[in-house]
Structure formats: structure tokens, C-alpha cells
């Protein structure tokens, strides 16, 4: 802004029509004597003002950190497994929670890293740990198991962390904080059950989703 002024002043002292100018030096601004902006107080400013990520994408500060924690980008995420665990991480591109024939709310979630983009599906027993953190923040990690719709590969979300959040406890505390973070939340594994059957849900653009869930014993015979 000071240089933006000092080029406004010598275009006002500049010659007016029929007017020759003393030379023909191109007129630049000085230094202003401020630091130069860093790549993430210039995202900063770009995102407050234009409302849009525009000279880096907005993950790209955030690389190292998913590596330390390995999670996986959209691009990988398509050679995973179905049933495999798996951090995913991005911009909460899209949130859905479309009606539900069963009448259970499930909270579809589109995150983009960069790569490529990542649907992830909670179910409602993820609600009450989860739902606060999506609706709240831009910038999300996830935990999750990888299924596969036809030849894509979703996930369904079983914990979800504010990836600003982690950012500030690796830059203060450093990564092992983040670690120590994650292993806090992690949800108690499920005891195996003996047989399982699978859910399958309709989201609204008839595409289907399918997680085990247990299956309940027949009940005993009454003596």
C-alpha cells in the first residue's frame, strides 16, 4: 500500500496534456521498507480479501505434516484397499445431509487436497464426536475405513480432527504432538463378531455406500 501511494503521488505531479515529459524514465516505487510478506501471510491475505486461494494451493502448508502422519492424498487413496484404515485430509469442499429412506441422518462430507477430491460418509454413530468438528472448521482430517464404489474409493469417517489445530500443536510442541493428539481420540477398537452383514445406503444421487454392521444371535429357546 505505501509503494501503490507513492506511485499514485508522482502520477499526479506527472506533465498534463500537450505537456513533454522532462524523460522517459519508467516511474517505480521504492522500497517501503517493509519485510517481504511469507508465502503463508501472503495465502492469508489473499484468502481474506479475495475469498480464494490464488498464488498456492491451501494445503500445500500443511505437506509435511500429513506426511509425518501418514496420512493419504486423493491421488493414492484410488490404490488402497477396501477395509483398510486410513487419514485423509483437505478443504471441506462440500457437506451433505440428504433424507435417508431409513430415516437416519448421515453426513456426507467432500474433501479436497489438491490432488483430487475425497467423499467421505459418517454414519450416526460418529455423530457425537465428529459433527461439531465438521460443521466448525474449513480444514479437516480424517480417520476412516476405505470402501470401494465401483471402481472409486470412498471412506467412512470414523473420527475427525481441525487440521489448523494440529498445525498449531506440531508448530509449538512439535510432532509429537500431533501423534500424541491422535492417540488420544482414537476410537476403542469393536470386539469381532461372529458374522456380519452389510448396510447399504442410498444417498441422493444413487450411489451406495456399505459398511458391516453386526448382526444380532437368534434368540435361545425358551425351556
Do not use: Y
Not at 80 to 100: D, E, F, K, N, Y
Not at 174 to 183: E, K, R
Not at 195 to 213: H, I, K, N, Q
Request: hydrophobic share 35%; proline share 9%.
Amino acid at each position: 500500500m505505501l509503494q501503490a501511494a507513492e506511485l499514485h503521488r508522482h502520477t499526479r505531479t506527472r506533465p498534463g496534456a500537450g505537456q513533454l515529459p522532462i524523460d522517459d524514465t519508467l516511474m517505480t516505487a521504492g522500497p517501503s521498507g517493509l519485510r517481504e510478506m511469507t508465502s503463508r501471510e501472503v495465502l492469508d491475505a489473499e484468502l481474506q480479501v479475495l475469498k480464494i486461494d490464488v498464488s498456492q494451493h491451501l494445503m500445500e502448508h500443511h505437506h509435511r505434516l500429513l506426511r509425518e502422519i501418514g496420512a493419504t492424498d486423493a491421488k493414492h487413496l484410488r490404490a488402497m484397499h477396501p477395509g483398510q484404515s486410513v487419514l485423509v485430509a483437505g478443504v471441506r469442499a462440500s457437506t451433505q445431509t440428504p433424507p435417508i429412506p431409513s430415516g437416519k441422518r448421515v453426513i456426507f462430507v467432500t474433501l479436497e487436497d489438491g490432488s483430487g477430491r475425497v467423499d467421505i460418509a459418517f454414519f450416526e454413530d460418529s455423530h457425537e464426536d465428529c459433527a461439531h468438528t465438521i460443521f466448525h472448521n474449513g480444514l479437516l482430517l480424517v480417520r476412516g475405513t476405505v470402501e470401494a464404489r465401483g471402481p472409486r474409493r470412498t471412506v467412512v469417517g470414523q473420527m475427525v480432527w481441525d487440521l489448523e489445530e494440529l498445525a498449531a500443536a506440531r508448530r509449538d510442541h512439535g510432532p509429537q504432538a500431533v501423534l500424541d493428539i491422535l492417540g488420544r481420540t482414537t476410537p476403542a477398537p469393536t470386539p469381532a463378531q461372529p458374522a456380519t452383514s452389510p448396510r447399504t445406503l442410498v444417498d441422493g444421487t444413487a450411489a451406495r455406500s456399505s459398511t458391516p454392521t453386526p448382526t444380532s444371535s437368534p434368540p435361545a429357546p425358551a425351556r
